[in-house]
């Protein structure tokens, strides 16, 4: 069974979340996990000295968990669109009895690619950028559960973004940089033709 993973990555509020539903949209058979679903309970999650919540590093998050729900996806991705409530598409096709059909995977979130085993999975890899500015612009025009505490952008959320990029960038390769301040049609054109051209390969027919 043809399977295709995405990774959509990127700093806070770049614009994760609403690329990947855009992708969602308009690729058939395809489904979003979300990094942000996957964290810790607000009680475990680890206080620096300055009492600032460390929620912007991995262990805030619950990734033992987020493994299991992409690998119960990997294994039958068809009955797993149909547990979730989604049917496989009416445009899919038999081709000697076997399914010519490529089921797509879109994992979106923060911390994608620093954590080795998800970053492994993944055929295509995209990264959002915006300038510190923009991105402090849109954090503080965000309402958070819990909220923001006073000074927590400065202290916490953009310096561990400098130090997770940094991480990445000495780790990981085929790398796809977006630039998060264009438009969404913009970003959506450039991810969805790649995706149509890996589906394509894929199945070895035009989309």
């Avoid at 609403?18 to 489904?31: C, D, M, Q, W, Y």
Wanted: glycine share 6%.
């Amino acid at each position: 069974m043809n399977q295709l993973i995405i990774g959509i990555g990127g700093v806070t509020n770049g614009g994760k979340t609403t690329l990947a539903r855009r992708v969602h949209e308009h690729v058939r058979n395809s489904f979003i996990i979300a990094q942000d679903n996957y964290f810790k309970d607000d009680s475990v999650v680890a206080v620096d000295d300055n009492g600032f919540k460390q929620y912007d590093v991995i262990d805030a998050l619950n990734m033992d968990s987020m493994m299991r729900e992409i690998y119960n996806w990997k294994k039958d991705p068809k009955s797993y669109l149909i547990s979730h409530g989604l049917k496989q598409s009416a445009h899919s096709k038999e081709a000697n009895g076997v399914q010519n059909e490529v089921y797509v995977l879109i994992t979106e979130g923060f911390l994608l690619y620093n954590y080795k085993p998800l970053n492994e999975l993944f055929d295509l890899r995209y990264f959002l950028n915006i300038p510190y500015d923009v991105c402090k612009k849109r954090r503080c025009a965000r309402v958070y559960i819990p909220p923001d505490p006073p000074g927590y952008f400065d202290g916490h959320v953009w310096p561990m973004y400098i130090k997770h990029r940094k991480e990445m960038e000495d780790t990981v390769s085929e790398l796809v940089y977006l630039d998060g301040t264009k438009t969404i049609h913009e970003l959506f054109s450039t991810v969805y033709e790649n995706i149509m051209v890996q589906i394509q390969k894929r199945t070895g027919k035009d989309t």
